[in-house]
């Protein structure tokens, strides 16, 4: 096969994965082509959760203010009823994504973005134009069949799907990003455990103005105790915000043992109406899919040149919305890594990092979304239904909660309870800020782990040591409010010094020049580059004033020096010579 176009890196899939791998690789000057099999990015809404570190990334694009204009705000996605139609009887309320005035607190501390609600067909295009107009060449209707691998590079046989044509395409490395049945993954023989085709829904995209049922309580999704939605008779339904107020997601379950469902227009309008539990409301259906729940991870995600990110290597359910973040985040952690690499400035031992870094938080997350599917059976288990109950006894069952009797008492407890167990499903600010590293792109400074002073699943754990995630504190310049983030990023490496650091960015300069990798340095304080106006530096930073902090592209602490060293130039040396694998 002689290849008709070389590039650095071929992307395959333009879905979150890839098309923010496409945009970071352009904006860090990396040629690249990016393939997808169809004629344009997603045309349903898919993921919609955007947490606060996927919108991160998007903010070192330089993207955020465009995901804000386009995204529904934190404030109108948090109200979770659970009832049993929108029109129907409130069973219970949760308050998610961060909106409960407690979490409210902890969500702004930890970052400088906010979750948003960005359904993939609206950011797909955000990411596909930014990496086309940075350099990507995007290729759609163009579908990967095959590939080969040798010591210097990949070889692809791809496939036009408008003309039918094949012809070879030649890279230096090769992205999989081709999402849940992925080719790359496959080929390159990368080991995947759990299960596929676990528990089916139908999703109904449809406009309808719901208005009057929500704006009094807005939330994202809305939740209903319905019977005949497919799970041993009875079960729960979803409406699902698209747009506010006007434009939908029906979810309704179906059984996998039973095949594929034929749906018609009219059993679109039925699910519809029936999840709202008013007929008279106008109902527009776009579109009906089936999808099943996957809990699967990768065991390994790289294999020699062959790279897979995002759903390629991890599949679960939507609960805690990490399917998106996580693959946005895959790329984020690789992308800088590469183009360190196909610049000469690391060697490529720098990319098994990749593998270190990102196979725990793939198996981690699967994990964590597997556990919140299993948080919905026991709203069931708690209304004591027989099995295979119909709507007669989901309907008795309803009524027993408003017996004003001990036994009602009981059953009101524990129908609670499993309702006030849900939240997490959506709110685990741990999972989604606290993905530490250990590999060989991260330097131990010496101190032992601290144990999280709080659930770190559900807590944000801010801390500088090696590994983990830079700190977000405000600072200031020229009096306008500055993230650490936005001092870091953007493919470079940064170090963080304050007032008596004079030493480290003399060392800074001396190494990066030998070294031939840039290093940014800013120094934090009173009359320094940025100035700590709240004193929040000071606090979270856990180095002092003649410290530092070396901060990775992708915002993890890659080392640290709590006070001076007595030779800065020979410490920095050292630490990046060894994340580089540099001699
Ligand atoms: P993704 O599947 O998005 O993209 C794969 C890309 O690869 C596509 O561009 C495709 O065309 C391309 N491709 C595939 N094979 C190819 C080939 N051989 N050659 C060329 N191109 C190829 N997640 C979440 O967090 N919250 C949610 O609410 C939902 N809801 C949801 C609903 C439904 C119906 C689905 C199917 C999925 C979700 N998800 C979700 C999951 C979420 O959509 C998923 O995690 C991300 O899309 C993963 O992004 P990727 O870029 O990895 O794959």
Redesign the pocket.
Known sequence: LTPVVETDVLI????????TAAALLSTYGIPNVV????AG??N??????TNQRGVEVLRDLGLEGEVVKNATPQHLMGEHVYATSLAGRELGRLRTWYTHPHFKAEHDLASPCSVCDLP?HIL?PILVNAAASRGSSVRFN????TFTQDDDGVTAL?RDRLTGQEYGIRSKYLIG????????AAQAGLPLVGKMGLGG?I?VVFEADLTRFVEHRPGDMYWFVQPGVGHDGNGIGVL?MVRPWTRWVGVWGYDVNAGQPSLTEEDGVRIAHQLIGDDRVPVKVESI?T?AVNDVYATDNMAGRVIC????VH?HS?M????????IQDSYNLCWKLAMVLRGEAAPTLLDSYRDERLPVAKQIVQRAKRSDGLMPPIFMALRLPPASGAQELHDALDALLQPTAEGGRLRQEFDAALQDTIMCFNTHGVETNQHYTSAAIVPDGTPEQPAPRDEEIYHFASSRPGRHLPHVWLTKDQQRVSTFDLCGRGRFTLLTGIDGAAWRDAAQRVAKRLGVPIRVWSIGRGCDYEDSYGDYRALSEVAEDGVLLVRPDHMVAWRSASAADDPEAALSAVLGRILGLP
């Open positions: 395959v899939g333009a879905g979150p994965a890839g098309a393939l997808n099999k169809y990015v997603s349903t809404p898919r993921a919609h959760i993939q797909e163009t579908e990967l069949l791809v990003a081709d999402g849940g049945n992925s080719t790359v829904s999703n699902r899919s999808w990110v995002g759903d390629a599949r939507p805690n919305g990490l399917g998106s973040n996580t693959s």
